[in-house]
């Protein structure tokens, strides 16, 4: 899509492979830092009956004319939330369905990924809906939050467990008659930087 003198959208291009992404939605985009023209594509789980892995992100590029991405990254798990490395071009990370974080090399042979966390309790839980790399370039981390109330920092050269998290809770006095309280996990969606600031969208 572009914009038109007149302030209007008008259609320009479109990305789609019968292969990959047929009876698919797309679950996240992103744009690269710094190569306008690349963008990044996350789609949700394969059909049952299909042969490709549910975990799927294609890069794709306004130069290629042609109905195929750039490269294609796979993993087990449905793909939630996608992004580039702003301080790493070649680095691509995925959080997924099942609360693992999942990095891609595009120098790799193999569609697999070259790092994911494990399954435990040591980070997320639940589906990772939104990430993001900030730092500088010579100290920088990973931050990722899930519908399981925590907000993650992650090194990533070393997915093994998160270098930090934060459990978030809503606390709640039922009553002033009955003043106990009880607390409920906070569900993020979404985050965002500005300034060293982080925003995050709790449900």
Request: negative net charge.
């Amino acid at each position: 899509m572009k914009t038109s003198k007149d302030g209007e959208v008008v259609f320009q291009v479109e990305f789609y492979s019968d292969r990959y992404c047929k009876h698919r939605s797309i679950t996240d985009v992103a744009f690269h830092p710094t190569r306008p023209e690349l963008l990044l594509a996350s789609y949700s789980e394969a059909e049952a009956g299909n042969t490709e892995s549910n975990g799927l992100v294609l890069l794709w590029s306004l130069q290629n004319t042609l109905e195929r991405p750039e490269f294609v990254f796979t993993c087990q798990s449905q793909v939630c939330s996608a992004a580039f490395s702003p301080f790493d071009s070649r680095i691509v990370i995925g959080g997924t369905y099942c609360g693992q974080i999942i990095i891609w090399d595009v120098r790799s042979k193999t569609s697999s990924p070259v790092l994911q966390s494990p399954l435990s309790n040591a980070g997320h839980t639940h589906p990772v809906y939104s990430l993001a790399v900030v730092g500088t370039q010579h100290a920088h981390n990973l931050v990722s939050v899930s519908t399981d109330g925590r907000m993650c920092a992650w090194r990533l050269d070393d997915l093994r467990q998160p270098v930090e998290v934060d459990h978030f809770y809503l606390f709640i006095c039922k009553s002033f008659t009955n003043p106990g309280i009880r607390w409920l996990f906070i569900f993020f969606l979404c985050l965002s930087f500005m300034s060293d600031v982080a925003f995050a969208s709790p449900c």
